[in-house]
């Protein structure tokens, strides 16, 4: 555990993946985390049980909501006594490459992709930023975006798109909430192991799929979960506005 001071910290998207991995480094770390989920309380509540310490909290809602995503910081600032830091790490992923894509389900993969990755992010931050203005505290905010923003994603343009805006709303902030000594920064993580690619990754394109990065693999949850710790550090107040790429030198830009 570290010899600083405990910080309450609202990791959305937490019942599993990435942001299940952010909330147990946290926890190790010696935090109190709030474990956000929208839908699998089972799973959440799972990432809860395995986390170091105590004082820790579930909170739910759709983030894509914004009277949901001020009552998820609220119930997270409850729940720990204060918040410190707030990870966006919640995100909606659905598949709708264009050809073979009707243009309602177009229009309804646009909407939820950006509901939830971008709107509910601003709001999140907005909610989480102003109870940290109000106490004076030292936040962070850290943002989970992608290397799709930058590489692309033919089959989730939406998704490409979304993630692009998440690493805009990042710096727009960090200038924003310097004055408020909040910092702001974002990870970008390449193709990363989690049980929702793992049969992707035990298809025929796994090998190509590794192949995308000179080391040969892909990332694992625990070394983007890394890099989200480090960037919300107190230490790491000098990279506020960053955008960190984590994938591996699998796309350089």
């Known amino acids: 555990m570290s010899a600083r001071q405990s910080r309450g910290v609202l990791v959305t998207g937490a019942s599993g993946g990435i942001g299940r991995a952010v909330a147990r480094r946290f926890a190790a770390d ?86 939830v990755n971008v709107f509910g992010a601003a709001n999140l931050s907005y909610c989480a930023a102003r109870h940290m203005i109000e106490r004076g505290a030292a936040g962070r905010i850290v943002n989970v975006g992608s290397r799709g923003a930058y590489r692309g994603e033919p089959d989730m343009p939406a998704y490409g798109a979304s993630k692009a805006a998440l690493h805009s709303l990042g710096q727009s902030l960090a200038v924003s909430l310097g004055p408020h000594g909040i910092g702001v920064a974002s990870v970008a993580p390449g193709f990363t192991s989690t049980p929702r690619v793992e049969a992707r990754l035990d298809a025929d394109e796994g090998d190509a799929i590794r192949g995308q990065s000179p080391f040969g693999r892909v990332a694992t949850a625990d070394e983007i979960a890394s890099a989200v710790a480090y960037l919300a550090s107190p230490e790491a107040v000098w990279t506020s506005g960053a955008v960190l790429d984590v994938n591996g030198a699998s796309h350089l830009r």
């Not at 909501?65 to 707030?86: C, I, M, Q």
């Not at 909606?92 to 177009?106: D, F, K």
Request: aromatic share 4%; proline share 5%.
């Open 30 to 115: 010696g935090d109190r985390v709030a474990v956000h989920y929208a839908s699998s309380r089972g799973a959440a509540e799972a990432t809860l049980e395995s986390l170091d310490g105590s004082g820790h909290a579930l909170v739910r809602g759709d983030v894509a909501d914004p009277a949901a995503a001020e009552a998820v910081v609220a119930a997270a600032v409850e729940g720990l006594g204060g918040l410190d830091v707030l990870v966006n790490n919640a995100a909606a992923v659905i598949p709708h490459p264009l050809p073979e894509t009707s243009y309602a389900e177009w229009q309804a993969a646009w909407q939820r992709i950006i509901g």
